[in-house]
């Protein structure tokens, strides 16, 4: 029998899918998986790594973060890879704060994609973005075709032009359902929000705990039923992201699975594990939307997690400097968003797998597969079988990171989760074949990210 050759070959390495994990070797040619199996014998390849002792999972979809920011699409995607991240699907849209110099989705999105074919280092899709002074529909059918199958709005933000109201709302997702499009919603009342921002901003002074009294558990429970309400109206696929609060599990929950639509939660590292103490503590530096809230809306995404409620683990890395987040009045006045991407994988694993919330597979359904078959990026993505891109992240289970400022290599300065330890830490990322981060370094570089048009999602 004659040797078989492959460009890359992962030997004695633990393969963890969905569906379980086993031993098995790795042969990739071409930036493709060409072979699983165990003990492969007769082969040779230009580089052979030992993953003995490790984990080889799919390389991690992040299926939400804005790379806007002082982390550009350059850096997020830097950030990322050092956590394990190979694909990004970014939100785009024509926000002025974003710097598109563009008036419309489509021409965002067009805008977007030159830069992300030079600047980011890791593979990217793109879910569309909504804003108030924008006519999205009859721009719906172009942007399907350009792969962008998921289109983002919001029911908060009103003084910032970015609110839709539930008719408008309807309308969109009216036209989604007709293109074979996903809608996504960021629910939260946003006139009560309006309100009560209103109000507790004119009080003195304003202490750090005013963010979560604006933004109340009911008002973002009352918004994702509602947002489901309004979806099962015209039988539009719905995506409702950063799911932070327990009662809006509670709410989907008789829901999920008995509806004629399919419908899609996330939740994120940051509600997961963290509480309003640090917000109380840090102030604007943890200030996102929702809010973090308490232990046992952590609990409840846990159990969400474990039991097939809550499908999707995304960033919403959104990274701002520490000095432009403190340069506000008071913490209602201060700008949202945290960065989060580099620990998407190192604080699911620690918290959740090392501490039994959830399997080692139900990590890979939720980073990995789940993202890429709902934003149509499967099986070219999220899977480790023949024919997949040889997206890899080797993985010691036994890695210690302390999670600092001086640590990570987002540009915001800060770290939302300073001073945690985490147990487990890539130790190779690998995209299309191509070693992109190893033990630590960075050897990708911009230019080497692909754009991902979605196709065929496993909900169409």
């Known amino acids: 029998m004659s040797e078989k050759s492959f460009d890359l070959f992962i030997r004695d390495g633990k393969v963890v899918s969905g569906r379980g994990i086993e031993p098995a070797d ?215 992201p950063h799911v932070a609060v327990k009662e809006g599990v509670e709410a989907i929950r008789p829901l999920k699975g008995s509806l004629s639509f399919p419908l899609f939660l996330e939740t994120c590292p940051q509600y997961l594990v963290l509480t309003n103490e640090e917000v109380l503590r840090r102030g604007p530096l943890a200030k996102v939307a929702p809010p973090i809230r308490e232990r046992h809306d952590n609990d409840a995404l846990w159990d969400g997690l474990r039991d097939g409620i809550v499908d999707v683990i995304g960033s919403d890395h959104a990274a701002i400097k520490s000095e432009k987040k403190m340069q506000c009045n008071h913490i209602l006045d201060a700008r949202f968003g945290a960065p989060s991407i580099e620990y998407l994988l190192t604080m699911t694993y620690s918290e959740g797998v090392r501490k039994g919330r959830m399997s080692l597979e139900r990590l890979v359904q939720v980073l990995c597969e789940n993202p890429a078959k709902i934003f149509g990026l499967y099986p070219r993505k999220g899977t480790i079988a023949p024919g997949a891109d040889a997206d890899l992240v080797v993985f010691d289970p036994e890695a210690r990171q302390l999670c600092t400022a001086e640590t990570t290599h987002s540009r915001s300065g800060y770290c939302v989760f300073e001073g945690m330890e985490t147990v487990g830490a890539p130790t190779l990322v690998m995209q299309r074949g191509k070693v992109l981060v190893e033990n630590g370094t960075l050897m990708g570089k911009p230019g080497d990210g692909k754009y991902l048009p979605g196709l065929n999602p496993v909900w169409a």
Not at 66 to 84: A, Q, R, W
Not at 93 to 100: D, E, K, Q
Not at 172 to 188: C, F, K, P, R, W
């Open 26 to 240: 790795i042969g990739i040619t071409n930036g493709k998986i060409e072979m699983v199996a165990s003990k492969l014998a007769d082969t040779s390849a230009a580089r052979v790594i030992d993953a003995s002792g490790k984990l080889v999972l799919p390389g991690i979809i992040d299926a939400h973060n804005h790379p806007f920011y002082d982390d550009n699409l350059e850096g997020t995607s830097i950030s990322g890879v050092h956590g394990g991240v190979t694909t990004l699907v970014a939100f785009v849209g024509p926000n002025p704060a974003w710097g598109l110099q563009a008036t419309t989705l489509t021409e965002s999105v067009k805008s977007f994609l030159e830069q992300g074919e030079t600047k980011s280092v890791t593979d990217f899709g793109v879910h569309g973005v909504v804003i108030g002074h924008d006519d999205v529909v009859p721009q719906i059918p172009t942007l399907v075709e350009m792969g962008i199958l998921s289109i983002k709005f919001f029911m908060a933000y009103k003084k910032r032009g970015m609110m839709l109201d539930d008719d408008q709302i309807l309308r969109v997702m009216d036209a989604l359902a007709s293109n074979g499009a996903l809608a996504m919603v960021h629910a939260e009342n946003g006139l009560a929000l309006d309100y009560l921002t209103d109000k507790l901003s004119a009080q003195s002074p304003v202490e750090n705990d005013a963010h979560i009294r604006v933004h109340r558990d009911l008002l973002e429970a009352e918004a994702m039923f509602r947002a489901v309400a309004l979806a099962e109206s015209v039988g539009c696929p719905l995506y409702i």
